[in-house]
């Protein structure tokens, strides 16, 4: 009988081919879900040179697999923690995840005819440690904001609509029953997760806004196609528009315009004022480093709350509910 050793873990992956060459790297489009990154995808994707589909969930699948989950004592299971329980260095799995990510964009990207990538998830702003970790220095990231109160009261909406919640968010509802809540505390933990990433990542972090996007998009898809190094393309807005194919997943909205308006800003003024203060609290800090002005409170000049303009606001929430 033969006795067999076996062998230890590799130190280091296998080196490709030397004729094959990496594929090229991409960029990832992240903002909170309800921010507009449907639009900007349809916006982007119509430049000649930039292939950016609708929504494949390859990057945030793959992340989330990089995400260790927690047993009653504390044992982390997931990918990387039972590589390294095993012995084996997590850049084995890392190199080969991240290859396989660009390979496929890169494959998809040049059957398109086009030279440049990028991916958009709605959830990928989940997850945003683990995205650092997976491209480890080598995406780059178009980070789309959103006023946050009006991010809040299309979440309702979209939630209101469909009857359910995402699995994403079942955490958040848990720790924060009320809905508006709890959609506010997501739009806090993606953003403060990315204004971090832009501080360690630097010019690989292009940081635009909605309110910018629609009310001049000609100067912000600029600004995008300089980022993604590909030459300005006019009429980029037009093109996406007119183009009525390839839907994929992602805001249904966006395929019922024919041009792009300001409709949707300033949604947030239907909400009541004590609902109004209570998102305040929980967003204020972030608005204020982003930029955004924090709304005053509405009140009569004797400091009592207006209760006809509080049930104003009750009955205009609940059409936009109800998708009145």
């Given at each position: 009988m033969?006795?067999?050793?076996?062998a230890?873990?590799?130190?280091t992956?296998?080196?490709?081919?030397?004729s094959?060459?990496?594929p090229?790297?991409?960029?990832l489009l992240?903002?909170?879900?309800?921010?507009?990154?449907?639009?900007?995808r349809?916006?982007?994707?119509?430049?000649?040179?930039?292939?950016?589909?609708?929504?494949?969930?390859l990057?945030s699948s793959t992340?989330?697999?990089?995400?260790?989950?927690?047993?009653?004592q504390?044992?982390p299971?997931g990918?990387l923690s039972?590589?390294?329980?095993?012995g084996?260095p997590?850049?084995?799995?890392?190199d080969?995840?991240r290859?396989?990510?660009?390979?496929?964009?890169?494959?998809?990207?040049?059957?398109?005819?086009?030279?440049?990538?990028v991916?958009?998830?709605?959830?990928s702003?989940?997850?945003?440690?683990?995205?650092?970790l997976?491209?480890?220095?080598?995406?780059?990231?178009?980070?789309?904001?959103?006023?946050?109160?009006?991010?809040?009261?299309?979440?309702?909406?979209?939630?209101?609509r469909?009857?359910a919640?995402?699995?994403e968010?079942?955490?958040?509802?848990t720790?924060?029953?009320?809905?508006?809540?709890?959609?506010?505390?997501?739009?806090?933990?993606?953003?403060?997760?990315?204004?971090?990433l832009a501080?360690r990542?630097?010019?690989?972090v292009?940081?635009?806004?909605y309110?910018?996007l629609?009310?001049?998009?000609?100067?912000?898809?600029?600004?995008?196609?300089r980022f993604l190094?590909v030459?300005?393309?006019?009429?980029?807005a037009t093109?996406a528009?007119?183009?009525?194919?390839?839907?994929?997943?992602?805001?249904?909205?966006?395929?019922?315009?024919?041009?792009?308006d300001?409709?949707?800003?300033?949604?947030?003024?239907?909400?009541?004022?004590?609902?109004?203060?209570?998102?305040?609290?929980?967003?204020?800090d972030t608005?204020?480093?982003l930029?955004y002005e924090?709304?005053?409170?509405?009140?009569?000049?004797?400091?009592?709350a207006?209760?006809r303009?509080?049930?104003?606001?009750?009955?205009?929430?609940?059409?936009v509910?109800?998708?009145?």
């Amino acid at each position: 009988m033969t006795s067999h050793t076996p062998a230890g873990p590799p130190d280091t992956p296998a080196a490709p081919a030397a004729s094959t060459p990496p594929p090229a790297m991409g960029a990832l489009l992240i903002g909170s879900p309800r921010s507009g990154t449907t639009l900007l995808r349809r916006l982007i994707d119509a430049h000649p040179r930039v292939f950016c589909p609708p929504e494949l969930n390859l990057v945030s699948s793959t992340a989330r697999m990089l995400r260790d989950q927690h047993l009653a004592q504390g044992l982390p299971v997931g990918l990387l923690s039972s590589f390294r329980c095993a012995g084996y260095p997590e850049h084995l799995v890392l190199d080969r995840l991240r290859g396989v990510v660009a390979e496929v964009y890169s494959d998809l990207a040049r059957s398109a005819g086009k030279s440049v990538w990028v991916d958009k998830d709605v959830f990928s702003g989940l997850f945003v440690p683990e995205l650092e970790l997976l491209f480890a220095g080598t995406a780059r990231y178009v980070w789309l904001v959103r006023h946050p109160l009006d991010v809040v009261v299309s979440m309702a909406e979209l939630f209101a609509r469909q009857g359910a919640y995402p699995h994403e968010f079942h955490g958040y509802l848990t720790r924060h029953p009320v809905v508006v809540e709890a959609c506010a505390h997501a739009w806090v933990d993606i953003n403060r997760a990315m204004a971090a990433l832009a501080a360690r990542a630097g010019d690989r972090v292009l940081r635009i806004t909605y309110e910018d996007l629609v009310t001049g998009p000609d100067p912000v898809l600029a600004e995008v196609s300089r980022f993604l190094g590909v030459p300005e393309a006019p009429d980029l807005a037009t093109a996406a528009l007119a183009n009525r194919e390839n839907f994929g997943k992602g805001d249904w909205k966006t395929w019922s315009k024919e041009s792009i308006d300001t409709a949707a800003l300033g949604r947030w003024r239907t909400l009541q004022p004590d609902t109004l203060d209570r998102l305040v609290a929980i967003t204020g800090d972030t608005m204020r480093e982003l930029g955004y002005e924090i709304p005053g409170l509405r009140h009569h000049p004797d400091g009592t709350a207006d209760l006809r303009s509080a049930d104003r606001d009750r009955q205009a929430l609940q059409r936009v509910l109800m998708g009145g």
